[in-house]
């Protein structure tokens, strides 16, 4: 229902015309959260204005709930196995563990010579 009402009001458009849009745009959908959370099963919106003053008189501490949210996961890390990359599709690979140690003297590096008449 929250969901609705952000919509059909506009405040996507809206709140992504400011430069911290995105931040404020997942506030706002963080609120509509915690709001469907405590009035859907406890009664409405008698249940509703009770927990807002018990959150008014209790510490924030570490309840997961009140953690911010990243607003785009644009700039998150990704890890992806072997098997799920599609190729050179990522700007920085990072892979842990591919190269078991140092060479063997009786296995060298390729070099460019080498790897030329393997080419050709």
Request: aromatic share 10%.
């Amino acid at each position: 229902m929250f969901r609705k009402l952000v919509a059909n009001e506009g405040f996507h458009q809206r709140l992504l015309t400011y430069t911290d849009g995105e931040r404020r745009l997942t506030n706002v959908l963080h609120l509509g959260e915690l709001l469907q959370v405590q009035a859907g099963p406890r009664g409405g919106i008698t249940a509703l204005l009770k927990w807002f003053n018990h959150q008014r008189d209790i510490p924030t501490g570490d309840q997961d709930e009140w953690l911010l949210r990243l607003e785009s996961d644009a700039d998150r890390v990704r890890i992806v196995t072997i098997h799920a990359s599609k190729g050179l599709e990522y700007p920085v690979v990072f892979c842990p563990f591919t190269f078991g140690g140092e060479l063997r003297v009786s296995q060298k590096a390729p070099s460019f010579s080498t790897m030329r008449k393997a080419i050709a």
